[in-house]
């Protein structure tokens, strides 16, 4: 079952436009979380932010983000304030590019979602630009605000729906070649085929459980083990479903003629 999207809005090639949603294509809430405690007592330890001069506890609602501009000295910036700088990657995915699939270097891929249509109504726009990019063996190149800031993002089809890759900033990204300068060109040309046997050898088809986690299971056999003396304690919270949004979606056919006519008329190509 798939769970509450983690973002809604728009994919737009051209003229092209279909209402999405998307949620995150990994997730670490199956992951062991401690809490910290008092070992003395067994409470739970309350974090809670302490104003550096005055020593006092921060009020909820009292802390904002500082931007430095001296020593003891920030510009104060509220989440209103934050809120206020909006783009128009918020809410839209406008596809900018498109780049052959295989030039992306994987080093720049940094999280997955699952993109895919958010009302029938979508369906048929999002199905053609999914599939154009397939027959191409292209990908999209985008760009989306996640946490405030835009990130580029490429958009890659998969199956029935789009993986959307938020993309590490280049300056994130240290270069290769002062790593690699010092190994050797070639390798000696009468190991590779002995190495290729081995290849050959232990060669198998992907599994998920090829990146199984042995410290995750190792912990939950521990955890287990000690609270067979103790009493389970379960507790769950559900929270409310977001309201779907309205949206106006223009007729397939229509947009992508006039989206080529344009394109053509103008001299670009995409």
Same mark, same amino acid.
């Given at each position: 079952m798939a769970l509450r999207p983690y973002w809604k809005g728009y994919l737009k090639l051209s003229l092209? !436009?279909?209402?999405?949603?998307?949620?995150? *294509? %990994?997730?670490?809430?199956?992951?062991?979380? #401690?809490? !910290? =405690?008092?070992r003395l007592t067994g409470n739970r330890v309350v974090s809670?932010?302490?104003?550096?001069? %005055?020593?006092?506890?921060?009020? +909820?609602?009292?802390?904002a983000k500082g931007y430095a501009r001296g020593e003891n000295d920030y510009v104060i910036l509220t989440d209103e +304030? =934050? +809120?206020?700088? *909006? =783009?128009? %990657?918020?809410? %839209?995915?406008?596809?900018?590019? #498109?780049v052959p699939a295989d030039s992306i270097a994987s080093v720049y891929l940094e999280k997955p979602h699952y993109l895919m249509p958010d009302n029938s109504v979508g369906?048929? *726009? #999002?199905a053609v630009i999914r599939d154009a990019m397939k027959a191409d063996k292209v990908v999209g190149i985008s760009k989306l605000v996640i946490g405030r800031r835009e990130r580029a993002v490429i958009l890659e089809p998969r199956e029935e729906g789009i993986v959307l890759w938020s993309l590490r900033f280049g300056d994130e990204v240290r270069p290769e070649e002062s790593y690699f300068e010092d190994i050797d060109n070639e390798a000696d040309p009468d190991l590779i085929p002995l190495v290729q046997q081995l290849i050959k050898k232990k060669s198998a088809h992907w599994s998920p459980d090829m990146a199984s986690d042995p410290i995750q299971d190792s912990l939950l056999k521990l955890i287990a083990k000690k609270k067979k003396a103790m009493k389970p304690s379960n507790k769950t919270a559900r929270g409310k479903p977001d309201a779907s949004a309205k949206s106006n979606v223009v007729n397939i056919m229509d947009a992508l003629r006039k989206s080529v006519a344009a394109e053509l008329k103008s001299g670009k190509a995409r």
């Open positions: 092209v !436009t279909c209402p999405v949603n998307m949620s995150p *294509a %990994t997730s670490e809430s199956e992951k062991v979380r #401690f809490h !910290t =405690l008092n809670q932010y302490i104003d550096s001069v %005055t020593g006092k506890p921060v009020k +909820d609602g009292n802390d +304030d =934050l +809120d206020a700088v *909006a =783009l128009e %990657t918020v809410k %839209t995915i406008d596809i900018e590019k #498109f369906n048929e *726009a #999002f």
